[in-house]
């Protein structure tokens, strides 16, 4: 246990200390819910004006989770090799599987963080939500599963991009490009059929729509989500991409020359 | 049996590959408890590969390796090994990293706390363990890295080029603490470029192109090598002409060109050295500071390969 919480408050101390993951993990999100809230909401009647800003902010919480899965994880691992940390740290008594665990809960620790100031920015700014406790239990579980997917991501990245500027950017690139493009920062309904399919497949459009549809309703989630066969899928595909990323991580990063 | 107990580190005709490179040939390398050894070559002659090895983050090609009686990697939580780079994390303090490594080697709070204590007034950091090590000159934050392999219980200590880039007097500094490591039971493996780090070691070991090629204390390379005599001459200009002049006055071995003129090896230097001021001057050239020295390992290295230790800009 002593080798999991080193890292992870090493891991998190770091986090929290660097200007620019706070900037894009937590300051980006939240200056989108707060143009997401003032400026596209137009006159609509205030009931929709305030489920509007509960959706916005929901999308913006998971793009957060995205950029901090898939840009700061894999900064961090290339910030550790490229100062040779890796190299120390391999040559000590430690296990790989630790290490990523310490990592990985770090993360999920910031992650919430991240997400409660997101959607705290939201709440102040008048957003509203529908949802039973079942829902919110269930809205919790899909979280979890953006946040296991993105992590898988930002691992896999981490593992194979070297240079600490490349998987950051790499990191970044994806998480606005899959986002813009699965219907995390655009309306489901204004995507064209193909990409409409993507955001289905896509285990965090999907879990995010699935959230939207549970805590705002489904025309502001654009479907129901919640078909057993997509559930099953979103699950299966999260957990896919966080062992895949577990097992190049403790492979290729650990791995002697 | 007695005898292989009393060794730190033992490796038999080991080898390591890259495709068809080979960056080391055969390496056979003794170092007893206790002993203090520097292992000094150039860039790319394999000594961190061998360092890396030792310290279980690379695995040889061929050949066995043994630390106090183990494989590098069960030989773990004895080997402290500090890297060439700077790893430790600028955005944590230096307290914070010591205790980062603490936890990594299982310490309690309680017992890491002292633990780090310690360590910090050890490497003369106590007063700053609170600061950023993004706040640490080169020097400090070595000191720092240093620190991680002072835990106790560690045997062997690999330190890879830990001197480079520091100033004359954090060097200075640098290299009184690694002094202060020595003791009965920890073995210390230094690697190096530089003559006079190597010196302060019991016995050092020269590597070109992945063999050992000399291996004996330091006076004992330096008596070996049938140098006497070294005039460290530093020259307005440098060019072909003035070390083919200068060669003239090297009995012993070919010019060596350094960043600020060339060192010339000759017998009878009190003869020598007014000689080769006139020559300069009938070539146009100023002899701006000219010393006579013992002969430097890096001058034992050159003797032997007709490579300086260091490139020359």
Not at chain 1, 29 to 55: C, M
Not at chain 1, 64 to 84: K, S, V, Y
Not at chain 2, 67 to 88: H, L, M, R, W
Request: aromatic share 10%; glycine share 8%; proline share 4%.
């Amino acid at each position: 246990m002593g080798q999991i919480v080193a890292t992870w408050k090493k891991t998190i101390k770091e986090f929290l200390r660097q200007k620019t993951v706070l900037f894009w993990t937590i300051g980006w999100p939240i200056i989108w819910v707060l143009i997401g809230s003032f400026s596209f909401t137009g006159d609509a009647p205030a009931d929709i004006v305030a489920y509007t800003r509960g959706a916005i902010s929901i999308s913006m919480m998971v793009f957060g989770l995205m950029t901090a899965g898939m840009a700061n994880i894999p900064g961090n691992i290339a910030q550790d090799r490229e100062r040779g940390l890796l190299t120390k740290v391999m040559s000590m008594p430690v296990s790989p599987w630790r290490d990523y665990a310490g990592r990985i809960l770090a993360l999920l620790a910031f992650s919430v963080f991240s997400a409660m100031l997101v959607i705290a920015v939201g709440f102040v700014c008048g957003a509203k939500f529908f949802f039973t406790w079942t829902d919110f239990a269930a809205s919790l579980v899909f979280i979890l599963l953006i946040f296991v997917a993105s992590a898988g991501i930002g691992m896999l990245i981490g593992t194979f991009v070297k240079h600490v500027h490349g998987a950051i950017m790499s990191g970044v690139g994806l998480t606005v490009v899959s986002a813009a493009l699965s219907g995390v920062m655009t309306p489901y309904a204004y995507l064209p059929s193909v990409l409409q399919d993507f955001a289905r497949i896509y285990p965090i459009s999907s879990a995010n729509s699935a959230i939207t549809f549970l805590m705002v309703g489904e025309e502001y989630a654009g479907y129901n989500p919640l078909t057993l066969s997509q559930i099953f899928f979103t699950a299966f595909l999260a957990l896919l991409l966080f062992v895949i990323g577990l097992i190049a991580y403790s492979r290729f990063c650990w791995k002697k020359d | 049996m007695d005898a292989i107990q009393g060794f730190a580190v033992l490796t038999y005709n080991v080898t390591k590959e890259y495709g068809k490179q080979q960056v080391l040939k055969k390496i056979n390398l003794k170092i007893r408890r206790g002993e203090f050894y520097a292992l000094m070559g150039p860039n790319g002659s394999g000594k961190t590969t061998l360092a890396s090895i030792l310290a279980s983050v690379k695995s040889a090609s061929s050949g066995r390796i043994e630390i106090f009686g183990k494989k590098p990697e069960d030989a773990k939580k004895v080997t402290g090994y500090v890297p060439q780079e700077n790893f430790s994390s600028p955005l944590l303090t230096g307290k914070e990293n010591l205790m980062y490594f603490a936890g990594l080697l299982g310490y309690s709070k309680t017992k890491a706390n002292d633990i780090v204590e310690g360590l910090l007034k050890k490497v003369e950091l106590w007063k700053d363990a609170d600061k950023r090590v993004s706040n640490y000159s080169g020097g400090m934050r070595k000191r720092l890295e240093v620190a991680t392999i002072l835990f106790p219980g560690l045997k062997l200590l690999i330190l890879d080029e830990p001197t480079t880039g520091l100033d004359p007097s954090a060097r200075r500094k640098f290299l009184g603490l690694i002094q202060e490591l020595r003791n009965e039971d920890t073995a210390i493996l230094l690697i190096t470029h530089i003559g006079a780090d190597a010196d302060l070691a019991s016995r050092v070991g020269l590597i070109d192109k992945g063999v050992i090629i000399a291996e004996d204390e330091p006076e004992q390379l330096k008596g070996n090598s049938g140098l006497q005599n070294v005039v460290n001459i530093e020259t307005s200009i440098k060019s072909d002409k003035v070390a083919t002049l200068l060669s003239k006055f090297s009995e012993k071995m070919k010019v060596m060109e350094t960043e600020m003129g060339y060192r010339v090896f000759t017998e009878d230097v009190e003869k020598a050295t007014p000689k080769i001021v006139r020559a300069l001057d009938e070539i146009g050239c100023k002899a701006t500071r000219i010393e006579t020295e013992r002969p430097s390992l890096e001058d034992v290295f050159f003797k032997l390969t007709d490579r300086p230790v260091s490139e020359v800009d």
